[in-house]
């Protein structure tokens, strides 16, 4: 059992509160009332819930600036990548690696849930849960919470709905509510209605949400080359535009789509840090919320947005919104990296500091001089300091980042296993 206390301010995800303190009960929620246990020094410090990341691919945290693949077209990004992949071997030790970097690096961030959409499934993976128990390895070691996505890009529908079921068997049973499982076609650039359809029937089996991609660049060129029409026509008619799905950054979609993605009841995933770098198109993420879609954020994956900092992301919102419509306050965007993430993945009890929601929460503090003469430290938080790293971080109750370090495992004991790894491949 935990109390932080001595905050200079509490953001709860809906009020602001100065001062006070949040009790952190043996089941890993917020009490409503005193417990006994440790006492957690917050002074000086912003409090908030727990950043929910809602689109990452952590296996691509080993594969960061790689020549050739920035600021270039799309249908040349994922060759690059592919090639990348296959020149160093994906595997389960290399996965957990890649997500143990990932997911440390989330937490030193401020992120305390990670929705995980892998993508890469060589032929060597079997039924994939090797794969995907090395991601859920790192998470449990580390104290992260994870939203496993059994993805697909190119895959036999077939053989992917298999190993999506035989994940979802192995994984999904997860009563903490640290290890949840998803599914998740890369896109209708991708993968065919086949896919879409045997990936939902092991989701409705299961009781998974779905996820997928739509309108960057590549989606939107291959959906009018091979159908003739938009991706978001094709996910309305293959069952993909319900109230389950979260679709994740939606380049550039007209005034007409937002309204079939509110009526379909989708959620939305902003990735700023991905797509406007690499020039693969602008979500108006403002006009998709004030038509009553549900919004999270995103950083995506390291071969495009090459840090999975969630804080930098929501200042590069905040500052490209104008650009695609009206612009947006700090904290809307704040909601969209902590509830509105969290209710894409429907998790109602992530991203706020209410009795009975998890115990996940951020302690930033803000006495350096990246806030010296801030008069509001909420909105500094994005706007002052996007880099900064938090003081401590608590998940389900549990200290997993203490003073600025990780608890669990050093982290140059992390950072040195994967270029361990990936020295000794490339030597290899």
Avoid: K
């Amino acid at each position: 059992m935990l109390t932080v206390r001595g905050a200079d301010l509490v953001w709860t995800g809906v009020v602001e509160q100065p001062g006070g303190e949040i009790a952190c009960g043996p089941d890993g929620r917020v009490a409503d009332g005193p417990v006994e246990g440790e006492v957690l020094d917050a002074s000086g410090c912003v409090v908030t819930p727990g950043l929910v990341n809602a689109h990452h691919h952590l296996l691509q945290s080993a594969f960061r600036t790689l020549p050739g693949t920035r600021g270039v077209p799309m249908r040349e990004w994922l060759p690059r990548m592919a090639a990348a992949y296959a020149a160093v071997g994906v595997d389960g030790e290399l996965t957990h690696a890649a997500a143990s970097v990932g997911l440390a690096e989330s937490l030193l961030c401020g992120v305390t849930t990670v929705a995980d959409h892998h993508l890469t499934w060589p032929p060597t993976a079997g039924d994939g849960v090797e794969l995907a128990s090395a991601v859920a390895a790192a998470a449990q070691e580390l104290g992260a919470r994870l939203v496993f996505v059994r993805g697909s890009a190119r895959d036999d529908p077939q053989s992917a709905a298999a190993s999506a079921d035989a994940i979802a068997s192995r994984l999904g049973g997860d009563a903490t509510g640290m290890i949840q499982v998803a599914v998740g076609p890369a896109g209708v650039h991708s993968d065919a209605p086949e896919t879409f359809a045997l990936l939902g029937e092991v989701a409705q089996r299961h009781g998974l949400r779905r996820r997928t991609q739509a309108n960057e660049q590549v989606d939107v060129e291959v959906a009018a080359e091979r159908y003739g029409r938009r991706p978001l026509e094709l996910l309305d008619e293959w069952g993909w535009l319900a109230p389950d799905v979260t679709l994740a950054h939606l380049c550039g979609v007209t005034p007409g789509e937002i309204a079939r993605v509110a009526a379909g009841g989708v959620s939305a995933t902003h990735a700023p840090g991905c797509d406007l770098p690499m020039g693969w198109g602008v979500a108006p993420m403002a006009a998709l919320s004030d038509a009553g879609v549900a919004v999270g954020l995103g950083t995506s994956g390291g071969g495009s947005n090459d840090a999975g900092h969630l804080l930098a992301d929501a200042r590069l919102a905040l500052q490209v919104a104008p650009l695609a419509g009206r612009a947006v306050s700090a904290r809307e965007v704040l909601v969209w990296a902590t509830a509105g993430s969290a209710g894409g993945l429907g998790r109602a009890e992530l991203g706020r500091i209410e009795p009975g929601c998890a115990a996940d929460l951020v302690c930033w503090d803000v006495t350096g001089v990246a806030d010296a003469g801030v008069a509001d430290p909420l909105a500094g938080l994005l706007w002052a300091g996007p880099g900064r790293r938090p003081r401590h971080v608590v998940v389900a109750g549990r200290v997993v980042v203490r003073d600025g370090q990780l608890v669990a495992r050093p982290e140059i004991e992390v950072a040195g296993s994967l270029r361990g790894l990936l020295g000794s491949r490339a030597a290899g």
